[in-house]
């Protein structure tokens, strides 16, 4: 019969470092105001900070330093980030951390054993609250 398997669809993508439980190591870097003297732009700092890292909160995850990583505040929410300073062009972009290895290793060796219990929970929440609200299909 058709309700003798079904599928669990899960994303693994990458995830932001500001966004996962842990500890980001390092300090934010003020701004400095050294300027050529010539053109009038900003130049590199004297003093170069060691990488950023990241340790997580949970035992899945193994903790990392990015290279050329530093630590910075996110312009939307203001939370302590890690940023990777592309040392050419100096433009930044927010560190990210893969999870899909271990999440996959856990999912597999986990979350299929009770995938039966998980789905009819969620199934019959659903079917509750469609009741309670009185939507019929």
Excluded: C
């Amino acid at each position: 019969s058709q309700l003798d398997n079904f599928r669990l669809w899960f994303g693994l993508n990458a995830i932001k470092v500001k966004d996962l439980k842990g500890r980001i190591n390092g300090r934010v870097r003020p701004h400095h105001t050294r300027r050529d003297k010539s053109t009038g732009r900003y130049i590199k700092a004297r003093r170069q900070a060691e990488n950023a890292g990241f340790t997580p909160k949970g035992s899945l995850l193994s903790p990392r330093t990015f290279e050329n990583g530093e630590v910075a505040r996110s312009r939307r929410e203001n939370r302590r980030t890690v940023v990777i300073r592309d040392p050419d062009t100096r433009r930044t972009r927010e560190a990210e951390v893969d999870i899909y290895e271990p999440m996959l290793n856990y999912i597999e060796d986990n979350a299929f054993a009770e995938a039966m219990e998980i789905f009819r929970h969620h199934f019959e929440t659903d079917l509750r609250g469609r009741v309670k609200a009185r939507i019929s299909v």
